[in-house]
T-cell receptor
Framework: DAKTTQPPSMDCAEGRAANLPCNHS???????VYWYRQIHSQGPQYIIH???NNETNEMASLIITEDRKSSTLILPHATLRDTAVYYC??????????FGTGTRLTIIP | AAGVIQSPRHLIKEKRETATLKCYPI?????VYWYQQGPGQDPQFLIS???????DKGSIPDRFSAQQFSDYHSELNMSSLELGDSALYFC??????????????????FGPGTRLTVL
């Protein structure tokens, strides 16, 4: 699976958009970009995934660059409940998730 | 919507004892994954099953075994428990469309986890 690089930590003011970057320069053509988050000791929560096109759901938006070497997860209006560790994972479908160290996002009141 | 169910939620065992963790996937999901998360660590893949057959294996100790049953639920059996086995154990399930020659996305949904404490 392709390796990903994320900043170890970020802060965001409550009510603002949180933009979480991820680099995956060695991504292969059949690999998807997945985002999960883990709120303290809870089970990881699926957020969104994409292959080439930008994606949006009720939780977030995923912007993937044209060359697919990086992506950004956008939480449009961050709340205190969005404080969590966010994991960007690149993998083919139907395979295990390999978690890196993720980005610890803190939402500040 | 129905989620992944794990039982028990908490388990306390002594060293050298055995433990069995259970996972009930989301209805119509045919694939189960097990992950282990030690204190202060990120989740690590242990093993997975697709249609009751082992599909992948990670850093799972030989003391651990797992299986998936005909109703797709899965059990993780842990023997000769050690202090270092104390961790959160997560199960995830997905519905796979294994279309030959095509990249298909599978989305794994996680259960709440079982916290195992070995004393």
């Amino acid at each position: 699976d392709a390796k990903t690089t994320q900043p170890p930590s970020m802060d965001c003011a409550e009510g603002r958009a949180a933009n979480l970057p991820c680099n995956h320069s060695t991504i292969s053509g059949n690999e998807y970009v997945y985002w999960y988050r883990q709120i303290h000791s809870q089970g990881p929560q699926y957020i969104i995934h994409g292959l080439k096109n930008n994606e949006t759901n009720e939780m977030a938006s995923l912007i993937i660059t044209e060359d697919r070497k990086s992506s950004t997860l956008i939480l449009p209006h961050a709340t205190l409940r969005d404080t969590a560790v966010y994991y960007c994972i690149v993998k083919p479908g139907n395979e295990k998730l390999t978690f890196g160290t993720g980005t610890r996002l803190t939402i500040i009141p | 919507a129905a989620g992944v169910i794990q039982s028990p939620r908490h388990l306390i065992k002594e060293k050298r004892e055995t433990a069995t963790l259970k996972c009930y996937p989301i209805p119509r999901h045919d694939t189960v994954y097990w992950y282990q998360q030690g204190p202060g660590q990120d989740p690590q893949f242990l093993i997975s099953f697709y249609e009751k057959m082992q599909s992948d294996k990670g850093s799972i100790p030989d003391r651990f075994s797992a299986q998936q049953f005909s109703d797709y639920h899965s059990e993780l059996n842990m023997s000769s428990l050690e202090l270092g086995d104390s961790a959160l154990y997560f199960c995830a399930s997905s519905q796979n469309s294994r279309l030959a020659g095509k990249a298909s996305a599978d989305t794994q949904y996680f259960g709440p986890g079982t916290r195992l404490t070995v004393l």
